[in-house]
């Protein structure tokens, strides 16, 4: 099929086919008009041969000697379109006929036969009439002459057409033999053999297009030369500079653990202060309560001793001494139950170990080690967690969380002196996970700052308390760790939203 899509063959195709177009449109207007050429030049003829006949006829009839004319009209016959041929005398008698049968029979007895014409032409001189002659013609001829210039003209159109057809094929090999040349080398440089030349000579426009394709060629080579060179010079490049950012990426990642782990020493450090300051009450109370029961238990002995203590002073130092100690037993448990949230807490974000843990109970261990923080300002922490809410996961990270929250909402959230208001929510959207939003009523996230704030080292507190890490740690410990996702919701004036939510179970550990 490759072979007849070619130009050469395309070409004479094309000038066959016109060609032929051509020819037939010739042949239907000569052909359709054939029949009435043939007709007319059989008339002439017939003209012809009664102008002919005329002379011998008038001399004839004058003289009435019809022998010399007989056979006049009888080797008429030999001619195929002539039938028969009659003289006529001014009566309309035959005198003179090629066939004898016919003498002495009047015109009107002597029809034509069936497919055959009578033509009929006076005889005399000036306007005397003598009488006339009648030829009778054959119609087969007039087919037969038709259908042998018809067979004539299709025989010489199919020897043109042919012709035509050759000769096509020849121009069309004339014309695309050095362009079969020029197609076979651009497949070859196509497929990247780019020594290949066309080398046609000349001055014509093949030669020339066969020129510039060598050029385009060498051109072609060269540059292929050259950018190879440079290849090699840029994967050198790309190799020493690749090195160099892996290099830097390490330091980075290390530079970046160190901030982080320092953030979480803080926040432990944080959380160390905020229950050195919870524990102080409880123990100085307890201190004041042990101190006064002491003073109290010396008074006592110094009466004992000098013999003059009362029944009603033993009463009262047995009173004092109960409430003292019940003073003192009330405080020292709210400082162990303080000990213990935070040893629960601190484990919890110092070894990220998974346990089972009720979400509302670790929340408020959590809060527990913060509220130290607000207790100086008058922001009010809210706490709308269902009794219910289990989940088998890290509390750790999750406090590590809520820490970065509360403080990210201290130091961004609220000015100094500003009153508001941070609300801690759970709910159970479904039996497999928890949504925790984490709300403040304070100014907002302005709306360009917004996509960027779980970025590392991002913060508009810089040098002011802001590492640009707290979120980001929320952020990996979230997706990371926990299994769960983050979005932040906020307008500036209107406060912010950060809603997390979380698998009830935490997916497995990955292997470092």
């Known amino acids: 099929m490759a072979a007849y899509a070619s130009l050469k063959y395309r ?50 009839l004058v003289t009435e000697e019809f022998t010399e004319l007989q056979p006049v009209l009888e080797s008429l016959q030999q001619d195929r379109h002539i039938v028969r041929a009659m003289l006529l005398d001014s009566r309309g008698r035959v005198v003179a006929a090629s066939n004898p049968g016919d003498l002495g029979r009047p015109l009107a007895e002597l029809k034509a036969a069936p497919g055959n014409y009578l033509r009929q032409q006076e005889v005399g001189r000036a306007n005397w009439r003598l009488g006339s002659l009648a030829l009778e013609f ?24 042919l012709v035509i057809a050759v000769v096509g094929i020849g121009i069309g ?15 070859k440089l196509a497929s990247g053999d780019l020594s290949v030349r066309v080398g046609l000579d000349g001055h014509d426009e093949i030669a020339t297009l066969g020129q510039t394709f060598d050029r385009m060629a060498e051109r072609i080579a060269s540059d292929q030369e050259r950018l190879q060179r440079a290849n090699v010079e840029l ?33 432990l450090g944080s959380l160390v202060a905020g229950i050195s300051h919870e524990i102080n009450t409880p123990l100085g109370i307890g201190v004041t309560a042990t101190s006064f029961l002491h003073e109290k238990a010396l008074d006592i002995e110094a009466q004992l001793q000098a013999g003059t203590i009362k029944r009603s002073d033993l009463s009262a130092f047995i009173d004092t001494t109960l409430e003292s100690t019940g003073m003192a037993l009330t405080q020292l448990n709210r400082a162990a139950d303080l000990i213990r949230s935070f040893k629960m807490v601190a484990v919890d974000q ?53 820490t970065n929250l509360f403080n990210n909402a201290l130091l961004h959230a609220f000015d100094e002196m500003q009153r508001g208001r941070i609300r801690i929510e759970a709910r159970a959207p479904d039996a497999q996970s928890i949504e ?26 810089f040098g002011q308390g802001g590492s640009g890490l707290g979120l980001n740690i929320v952020h990996n410990l979230v997706t990371g760790v926990l299994g769960g996702r983050i979005r932040v919701q906020s307008h500036p004036g209107q406060g912010t939203t950060f ?10 550990a990955r292997q470092e």
């Open 235 to 267: 994967e050198q490049r790309v190799e020493e500079r690749t090195a160099e950012l892996r290099h830097s990426l390490e330091e980075l990642e290390r530079t970046q653990g160190y901030l982080v782990q320092t953030e979480k020493l803080a926040a």
């Open 11 to 60: 070409i004479a195709i094309t000038i066959f086919v016109l060609q032929g177009v051509m020819m037939g449109l010739t042949l239907w207007h000569v052909l359709g008009g054939l029949d009435e050429s043939v007709a007319d030049q059989l008339a002439a003829q017939e003209q012809v041969t009664l102008d002919l006949l005329r002379g011998q006829s008038v001399q004839a």
């Open 173 to 187: 090999w004339l014309l695309t033999r050095r362009l079969d040349r020029l197609r076979v080398a651009a497949q």
């Open 138 to 161: 054959s119609r087969a001829a007039l087919v037969e002459a038709s259908t042998a210039a018809r067979n004539q003209g299709i025989l010489i159109a199919g020897v043109s057409m």
């Open 350 to 402: 110092t070894s990220a170990k998974r346990r089972e843990f009720a979400l509302r109970e670790t929340v408020e261990e959590i809060l527990a080690t913060l509220r130290h923080l607000v207790k100086s300002r008058e922001i009010e922490v809210e706490l709308a967690l269902g009794e219910d809410l289990r989940m088998d996961s890290y509390p750790g990270p999750l406090g590590q969380v809520l």
């Open 436 to 461: 925790l939003r984490f709300e403040d009523d304070g100014k907002g996230i302005p709306a360009d700052s917004l996509g960027k704030i779980f970025d590392p080292f991002f913060t508009t507190r």
């Open 499 to 508: 809603i997390i939510t979380l698998p009830r179970t935490a997916p497995p």
